[in-house]
């Protein structure tokens, strides 16, 4: 009985596996790039405010852990009337309230931070912190269904996803670092999860024929 099972869960983890490596090297790519084209001290500090910026990430991970079983069931039932539904009324009131958390966590980073440190460098880190917060925001709504290919059982075509979204991250990391130094990692991680987005709505609108 479990060799059927064993086969499909293997299945679908192979499929799948690699979606969690390209998300893990997604959120170093930034800093790995910077460090080719910058000092220790301006890394250090621009690893700092990404680093905090990632802790209020995790936010919209645990709404995503959250509304998954919720996705899955409505997924399972064929519903895709009610699934938009959900999606779009989550979507309207976590913009809502990340646009309000994002707001004080800025300000908070820009008032506090600087009075905890005499380095020079993270003293001004707080327009990095700002940026890829910002970043952050403008993808909040869809951020808790970023994974909708894989709760529909499509986990090829969730890492195909990802593999275009570290790769976008990637490009604009290398084209903007060039530039701008550590401001253009900032920005390149925030037109990231901008971008992110639009990417979600396509894939998803072509595999699953979903408009969410």
């Not at 079983?69 to 064929?78: D, F, K, S, T």
């Not at 938009?84 to 506090?112: F, Q």
């Not at 707080?126 to 808790?144: K, R």
């Not at 275009?164 to 670092?177: Q, R």
């Amino acid at each position: 009985v479990w060799r059927p099972w064993a086969r499909t869960h293997l299945r679908y983890g192979l499929r799948g596996f690699l979606a969690g490596l390209f998300g893990e090297l997604n959120t170093r790519i930034d800093v790995l790039i910077l460090g080719a084209f910058v000092g220790d001290a301006i890394v250090g500090a621009y690893s700092f405010a990404a680093i905090l910026a990632e802790g209020a990430y995790q936010i919209l991970i645990a709404l995503r852990t959250n509304y998954a079983p919720i996705m899955v069931r409505l997924v399972a039932q064929g519903d895709a009337a009610e699934l938009r539904r959900v999606v779009r009324k989550a979507r309207d009131r976590i913009y809502l309230g990340a646009l309000g958390l994002g707001a004080v966590s800025a300000a908070g980073y820009a008032l506090i931070v600087p009075h905890l440190t005499s380095d020079p460098d993270l003293q001004g880190s707080g327009i990095y912190f700002a940026i890829v917060l910002a970043g952050m925001v403008l993808a909040s709504g869809y951020t808790p269904f970023n994974q909708l290919l894989l709760w529909a059982g499509r986990p090829g075509w969730h890492t195909v996803m990802i593999a275009i979204v570290v790769g976008t991250s990637a490009a604009l990391c290398c084209l903007l670092v060039a530039l701008w130094g550590a401001l253009g990692a900032a920005t390149a991680v925030a037109l990231t999860y901008a971008g992110s987005v639009v990417i979600l709505r396509i894939m998803v609108g072509r595999v699953l024929h979903l408009r969410i």
